[in-house]
């Protein structure tokens, strides 16, 4: 067995039915879905369980009808991306920065990039692009147009 | 002196090529704590890349970094790949390898330049830089270009090396290593040199694997990551190499990583020319490429650069993600300038152990912002806190406006 | 009557100010295009014949621009400093020995307000940085003034050295006994090389050069204690720092290589040029050796800086003084 | 003012500010000081202050942020001075003309006197157009 088809049988074991789906893409590139209740358990056993320690990135998606907030986890060579299904109602999740700090940027990006809140984050004040950057403007969401965040500097060029 | 004023060092400052703000709580010509300010440089790319077609993002993620924007491209090239599931022909995967590794061989030679003009050896930034356009030269033979090669595209690479031009390559290489060991040399024997650099900005092993350092950073940290050995891609599957680490874990052992980082690469260089197998340079692949995801991953001069990249049909990503080295190796920056204990900073330290990871903003402000910690358990200090703890009157005989 | 103005053109002409100030300016460019040698580059080429009236250029340039006083500036400090600085960097220059065996001025202890007017130059950059209402003029001030107390001692000692090796041989406490003393004692062979050593580390020190060119250290604190001037009061301190330059080079030449001998033996108005001539050789020399320093070495840290001037090269200085004072008065005793 | 003409087209120093670039110009930008450009040659310096700063030149996209400190820097530098853009993406925002936080060139923030044209622009072509401006300014001030 790969190394890639034993964390999946891992992750499976250890979680069952709570895992949404975990596939191996090609070699080193393991993909796993969680529903975020679970997401910081699947880290936390990660981090701890399997010796995870280095998180590459954190992304977020809006996939239209809900967002997507995924850590690229690192082990060995194999980058595990942990997906994190968040929904538009309740744009929240759990912070791992206690289990990884290095995540603290990357969450801090999630957060600016698309609204959403990471729940015990330490710093999450203002992180906003520019100094003047009005609030609840998340230039990465799907429903936030480019001509729109155009006409910001437009604007005040006259 | 017990009071502390703030210095701020940029966005607008010699020792800064790239505009951000580091402010340092310096007490008499001691730091005791720093916050830093990136985000000057944010461009918006990511968004930009959702509305540009594949081969148009191409050329922006060449253009998201100036010194490695090589390996975006490469990284993106990667990704796309992957979603669409199609290997590229060998040669490519070799000529791909010969690109990222001259990339890595102008770009630490560059930045032993700069760090040696930060610390106030201009006679060692100018002989190194002299140097460095040997490389340039060989670069701009091989991809027409000094700076931004255009030489990944999705299904291989767009220029092949002909014999003459790898002949040549491989004389600059000769030429080039004994130059590079003669700087090893000078690095380890120069006593002011040495002064300046041992000791400074120490970034300790658990401290580089907590906060997700990368790189060159890690490497000297002792963390032996490389995701060139770990996660092999184009060709450095088959090329042997060692991934270099150093245990002191400050300023000189990050110049000692590059050193042989570099020496390594030249011999990586000489090892593909000579495995090079023959045959096409690119896959025909089709503009729309099929719904998916892909990661891109890559170790860029600075450290691991990772993309990933979601495809919903169409000729336009859905979503493009870049993390760039900087961003993952500026975490480590408040700890190195922190004094703690024994371990005390100095202003004059603030620019080589800022520098010694190697910052390259322009990539890593796509999307960021701002930043406030230092060391210590309780790691994240805001700029309220340290203004309380620390901030008191200016030692100052007039009142500023 | 002929005789005071001979002595005020003396003073306003050669060798006086605007002998130094062409020196000055002179220097720079020696410095400069041989510092582009050294590092493999061409230096100042197409302004006058080989790029030699680029410090002039600079400074036309700056004195025709516009002058800015920041805002919150201690004004009358601000403005001055530039002026008292090139006016105290000239008037040490007045007791250098240019055309004979002694300067313009010329006093027994002439030595001592040399040392002085050294320390005093230092208290300016002090006072330009605090008056600049800035962040890095203050921390560049700060640095200099505790520069200043490392290299202090050493070059003060190392002055003192070559005058107590010529008192052993007859001389005395000014600049025009050691320079007689010269003639044919080549201390700078012998005892001497230490204090020369020293003396040549110190003079960079308060030139303010690599490796110790900590108070206007480009890299962490811009431009340190200059960083807020501009124009023509950028255009003085330049000059004045020009003026310096060519006034260390040439104490260097006067105490530790014998000034312009053997020049004055010639009579006449040739004796005024070969000792012209010769001073400015030896000044050169000096000028190269400090050139080569600033280019061979990096930049220490303060605390760095001032730990060596005490660990070593204060005790140094006091070993050499020792040795001055004692080694010519043996030499005499044993040769009695 | 013949002198002082003189004395400005050969002493022109040069402060670099770099506005959100990708690092290509900057490096450029140092590579001509370095042995093989060598614009000291010229008598061009590379200042840290911008009060000691004659020509400003400006690297890379004018992103929002930078926008402020742009104008204060220009503001410091004292008389005569003049504004160089490097590069395309600073001229016209070049690649990143999708980008959101991204001024459309650098003249919607500050008057510019010469465009240098690449991406990234030579070494030489950074000399070329230094040279370009002094010619502007030996034609301009007689």
Aim: glycine residues 8%; aromatic residues 8%; neutral net charge.
């Amino acid at each position: 067995m790969t190394l890639e088809e034993e964390l999946v049988s891992k992750i499976k074991e250890k979680f069952g039915d709570k895992i949404l789906e975990a596939k191996v893409q090609r070699a080193r590139r393991v993909f796993v879905t969680v529903d975020r209740s679970t997401y910081k358990d699947v880290i936390r056993f990660l981090r701890n369980d399997v010796g995870v320690t280095h998180v590459s990135t954190m992304s977020g998606v809006d996939a239209i009808d809900h967002f997507e907030v995924i850590p690229h986890l690192s082990y060995k060579g194999v980058v595990i991306s942990v997906k994190a299904i968040v929904p538009k109602d309740s744009p929240e999740i759990d912070t791992i920065t206690d289990v990884i700090p290095g995540a603290l940027f990357y969450e801090k990006e999630v957060h600016e990039m698309f609204g959403i809140d990471v729940k015990g984050h330490p710093d999450l004040t203002h992180l906003e692009l520019p100094e003047d950057w009005p609030e609840g403007l998340y230039p990465l969401r799907k429903d936030v147009k480019l001509e729109e965040l155009f006409k910001r500097i437009t604007k005040e060029r006259d | 002196m017990s009071s502390v004023i703030d210095v701020p060092v940029g966005p607008q400052h010699p020792a800064l090529k790239e505009p951000l703000n580091i402010t340092c709580y310096v007490d008499g010509e001691q730091v005791v704590g720093a916050k830093l300010r990136i985000g000057y440089n944010h461009r918006g790319v990511e968004k930009a890349g959702e509305y540009q077609t594949y081969i148009q993002n191409l050329y922006i993620a060449e253009r998201i970094c100036g010194i490695c924007g090589i390996v975006h491209a490469f990284d993106l090239a990667q990704a796309t790949e992957h979603i669409i599931g199609k290997e590229i022909p060998r040669r490519a995967d070799y000529l791909r390898t010969i690109g990222l590794e001259l990339n890595r061989v102008h770009s630490h030679l560059l930045w032993l330049g700069v760090a040696a003009h930060e610390i106030g050896f201009d006679t060692l930034f100018m002989y190194v830089w002299r140097d460095r356009e040997a490389v340039m030269d060989v670069i701009e033979e091989f991809t027409g270009n000094r700076v931004t090669y255009a030489l990944m595209t999705i299904g291989g690479v767009r220029r092949d090396l002909p014999q003459e031009k790898a002949e040549k390559m491989l004389r600059v290489m000769d030429v080039l290593e004994e130059k590079v060991k003669k700087y090893k040399e000078m690095c380890l024997n120069e006593r002011t040199i040495r002064m300046r650099c041992d000791g400074v900005g120490i970034l300790r092993e658990e401290d580089a694997i907590a906060l997700c350092a990368v790189g060159p950073t890690t490497r000297a940290s002792n963390v032996p990551f490389d995701v060139r050995a770990d996660d092999p891609h184009a060709a450095y599957d088959e090329i042997p190499f060692k991934v270099i680490t150093y245990d002191t874990c400050d300023v000189t052992a990050r110049i000692l990583v590059r050193i042989d980082e570099t020496l390594e690469s030249i011999n990586i260089i000489r090892e593909a020319v000579k495995k090079m197998p023959s045959g096409p340079i690119r896959v025909r692949l089709p503009r729309a490429v099929p719904a998916g995801e892909g990661v891109g991953r890559t170790e860029a001069p600075r450290g691991e650069v990772i993309h990933y990249l979601r495809s919903a049909g169409g000729e336009r990503p859905f979503r493009w993600k870049v993390r760039a080295p900087t961003l993952a190796n500026l975490l480590s920056i408040p700890v190195m300038l922190t004094s703690k204990g024994d371990y005390v900073v100095y202003i004059a330290d603030v620019p080589i152990a800022f520098a010694s990871i190697d910052p390259c903003l322009s990539c890593t402000d796509r999307a960021v912002k701002f930043v406030d910690v230092s060391s210590g358990k309780s790691w994240v200090w805001t700029f309220s806190q340290i203004k309380r703890m620390y901030w008191k009157d200016k030692p100052y005989w007039r009142e500023r406006p | 009557m002929i005789r005071e103005l001979i002595d005020i053109l003396g003073t306003l002409l050669f060798p006086g100010f605007l002998f130094f100030a062409a020196l000055g300016l002179f220097f720079e460019w020696i410095d400069r295009k041989f510092y582009a040698k050294l590092q493999n580059r061409v230096g100042p080429l197409y302004t006058g014949p080989w790029g030699l009236l680029q410090p002039l250029a600079d400074f036309v340039k700056l004195m025709a621009k516009e002058d800015i006083v920041p805002e919150g500036v201690a004004t009358p400090i601000f403005s001055s400093i530039p002026v008292f600085a090139l006016a105290l960097s000239l008037f040490a220059t007045l007791f250098l020995p240019v055309c004979g065996p002694q300067g313009i001025v010329s006093f027994p202890g002439d030595v001592i307000v040399l040392a002085v007017v050294l320390t005093f130059l230092v208290i300016l950059v002090f006072l330009a940085g605090l008056s600049s209402a800035s962040r890095y003029p203050e921390v560049g001030s700060e640095r200099a003034v505790l520069q200043l107390l490392g290299y202090e001692i050493p070059l003060v000692a190392s002055v003192l050295g070559a005058a107590a090796v010529t008192i052993g041989l007859g001389g005395s406490l000014s600049i025009e006994g050691i320079v007689s003393a010269q003639q044919n004692w080549w201390g700078i062979l012998g005892i001497q090389a230490l204090g020369f050593a020293i003396f040549l580390l110190a003079a960079q020190a308060e030139l303010e050069r690599v490796p110790f060119d900590i108070p206007e250290a480009e890299t962490e604190i811009v431009a340190g204690w200059a960083t807020e001037y501009s124009g023509k009061k950028l255009a003085f301190l330049r000059l004045a720092r020009d003026v310096e330059l060519a006034f260390l080079c040439g104490l260097g030449a006067t105490l530790f290589l014998g000034g312009p001998w053997p020049g004055p033996l010639v009579p006449g108005l040739g004796g005024v040029i070969a000792s012209t001539i010769l001073f400015v050789i030896k000044s050169i020399v000096v000028l190269l050796l400090l050139t080569v320093i600033r280019a061979a070495m990096s930049r220490l840290r303060i605390d760095q800086m001032v730990n060596f001037a005490w660990k070593y090269l204060v005790p140094l200085s006091i070993f050499q003084l020792l040795l001055a004072v004692v080694t010519p008065t043996m030499v005499r005793l044993l040769t009695l | 003012m013949g002198l002082v003409n003189w004395a400005r087209l050969r002493s022109p120093w040069l402060l670099h500010f770099n506005t959100g670039a990708c690092n290509g110009c900057d490096i450029e930008v140092v590579a001509a000081l370095t042995p093989r450009y060598d614009v000291e040659r010229f008598g061009i310096r590379l200042v840290g202050s911008p009060r000691h700063a004659d020509i400003l030149i400006v690297t890379g996209p004018v992103t929002k942020q930078v926008e402020k400190r742009l104008k204060r820097i220009y503001e410091q530098m004292p008389e005569p001075k003049f504004v160089m853009a490097v590069g395309n993406c600073c001229a016209s925002s070049g690649a990143f003309r999708n980008c959101y936080n991204v001024y459309p060139g650098l003249d919607h923030v500050i008057p510019v006197d010469v465009y240098v044209m690449g991406c990234p622009p030579k070494p030489e072509a950074i000399i070329n157009g230094v040279v370009k401006l002094l010619e502007k300014l030996k034609g301009g001030a007689s």
